[in-house]
């Protein structure tokens, strides 16, 4: 292999920046060149390339975001969109590629190496830490941090004015950083997708807990239990008539410069990415299990099912009495 390609795909995530370096720095290394394919997917239908060598990624590693941009791409799902990317792949040179982002992207590349024997590596990087195959993804601590910063403000009001704040952050489908967070941030309940608890129990927490004595209390809902963070403060406050707040943390939980443990992790899976291609390695996805790093195929890393742990959600709700 002489020349491998390197692109971010899907919704960004804090330390990118720090895998796309390693990928970079470790195939100069080895004497192979590095093809930057920018915005994803779309980038690559486009021939959107350009050469990257150590230089192209000094001082990079404390940058929040992507410096190969990130896009969605429509025309991947279909056989011909994939189709017209590997033929741009093949035009440069790019025999091995490796795809930085979350489980879509995984999908798109496990169909160019099975439809057109391109070598693919999949580096986890999405702040939902939703994939089989790793215990953390790539920006998932960064993100932790910076919703726990904000948590930790708003219960400053909330115990100024004596207030119930339902604090929402991301987690379409993973409560993973609702439940880390929420244990964090000494949250009073953690509501999270995977475990859809009925309003009328979460409205007899409040009022125990009211009764209990607490005037303020932080609740953290993850945005894919039952509507949301807006949904569930309008639910409690009508049953209870508490003085109820909602903060969507939203979008700032996704930038920023990413934690040590983000950029130590991303330099590692994007070393053990290009090692890998190097040894013919494909289809497989680069994760850290146990502080030890583990190949899992990537029809995987979607097929089978991380769960949050249970033991941590049982603990969270003992610490919050
Ligand atoms: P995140 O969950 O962090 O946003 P992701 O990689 O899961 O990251 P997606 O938007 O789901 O983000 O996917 C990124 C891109 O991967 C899509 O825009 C599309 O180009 C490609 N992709 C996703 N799913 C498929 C699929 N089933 N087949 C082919 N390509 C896919």
Redesign the pocket.
Known sequence: MKRIGVLT???D?PGMNAAIRAVVRTSTAHELEVIGVKR??AGMIDGDFIKMGPRDVANTIQRGGTVLLT????A??EPEG?AQAAAKLEEAGIEGLVVI????????AH?LCQEHGIKVMGVPG???NDLYGTDFTIGYDTALNTALAAIDRIRDTAASHERLFFIEVMGRHAGFIALSVGIAGGAEEILIPEQPEHLDQVIETVRQSALKGKASSIIVVAEGFEGGGLKVMEAVSKATGLDARASILGHVQRGGSPTAADRILASRLGFAAVEALMEGKTDLMAGVVADEIHFTPLQETWEKRKDVNQKMRLMAKVLAL
């Open positions: 795909s899907g919704g995530a994803g997917f896009a969605r791409c429509k991947f799902f994939r982002g979350g489980d879509g992207s995984f999908h798109g169909y999405t702040i939902d």
